[in-house]
């Protein structure tokens, strides 16, 4: 592809396939809309297998009922999928308190996302921070902090936010733009930086990725550590194969 100048890249660029289950199956949100969502497998533990397959490492879950309802929802499905594959997987979705963390690290779960009660009790994160691996999830609506499974918007930038976590102990800060969620309209480049460069932490870019050159763009940056992958994949937008091979080697 001739627009990819490997020079140009960092060295590497985690990415992380991702599954969100609502109702026990694989789907798709379009802006974060519950009643958009597009139903793409009954069995998500399959999915998982086929990304471990194509040579992913990670997988990005969210639990969409339970960010919603502020506690697990879909439980059976993650145990299933952890049952199944051998991917890293950091999860997230209605985590509130210290006892559905432990939960779900003595599950199998590799990291933890902490998103709405970021918001609320940001000492709580940095207290779990310090115990467990967490990662923090800023969803974004116009520059403001949304919260609730998107459901409100919060009165806080989410640079502020961000700026919360610096040097809390917090392994990586997942941002997305919530107006690019599954519109397959590009990745929010500026907004990805801006919340890298206020926290210093490694950040995720998530809401929007199209294809491949999404990616190349966010990497020739050199300050993204991370890219979440969701409707691009499900459409066949992007070929995860080659990704692999320009990102992470």
């Given at each position: 592809?001739?627009?990819?100048?490997?020079?140009?890249?960092?060295?590497?660029?985690?990415?992380?396939?991702?599954?969100?289950?609502?109702?026990?199956?694989?789907?798709?949100?379009?802006?974060?809309?519950?009643?958009?969502?597009?139903?793409?497998?009954?069995e998500p533990w399959q999915v998982a297998k086929r990304f471990e397959e194509l040579g992913s490492k990670w997988l990005h879950l969210v639990d969409l009922n339970g960010a919603f309802a502020g506690e697990p929802k879909n439980l059976e499905q993650i145990k299933k999928i952890r049952q199944n594959c051998n991917l890293k997987m950091e999860l997230g979705g209605g985590i509130r308190d210290e006892a559905t963390i432990k939960r779900y690290l003595d599950l199998g779960i590799d990291r933890i996302i902490l998103g709405s009660i970021a918001v609320k009790d940001p000492q709580f994160v940095r207290d779990m921070a310090a115990k467990y691996p967490i990662a923090v999830g800023i969803d974004a609506?116009?520059?403001?902090?949304?919260?609730?499974?998107?459901?409100?918007?919060?009165?806080?930038?989410?640079?502020?936010?961000?700026?919360?976590?610096?040097?809390?102990?917090?392994?990586?800060?997942?941002?997305?733009?919530?107006?690019?969620?599954?519109?397959?309209?590009?990745?929010?480049?500026?907004?990805?930086?801006?919340?890298?460069?206020?926290?210093?932490?490694?950040?995720?870019?998530?809401?929007?990725?199209?294809?491949?050159?999404?990616?190349?763009?966010?990497?020739?940056?050199?300050?993204?550590?991370?890219?979440?992958?969701?409707?691009?994949?499900?459409?066949?937008?992007?070929?995860l194969s080659e990704a692999f091979k320009v990102c992470t080697n």
């Open positions: 592809m001739a627009y990819l100048d490997i020079t140009l890249l960092r060295k590497e660029m985690d990415l992380y396939p991702a599954i969100d289950l609502k109702d026990g199956q694989a789907v798709r949100l379009t802006k974060g809309l519950m009643d958009s969502a597009k139903i793409y497998s009954d609506i116009d520059g403001f902090v949304a919260v609730e499974g998107w459901g409100e918007v919060s009165t806080m930038k989410a640079t502020d936010l961000a700026r919360e976590f610096a040097n809390a102990g917090v392994e990586a800060i997942i941002c997305t733009d919530v107006g690019r969620d599954g519109t397959l309209s590009g990745v929010n480049v500026d907004f990805t930086l801006d919340i890298a460069k206020s926290s210093g932490i490694d950040t995720i870019a998530s809401g929007g990725v199209k294809d491949l050159e999404d990616l190349v763009k966010l990497q020739t940056t050199q300050k993204v550590a991370g890219a979440i992958i969701g409707k691009a994949f499900y459409e066949g937008k992007l070929d």
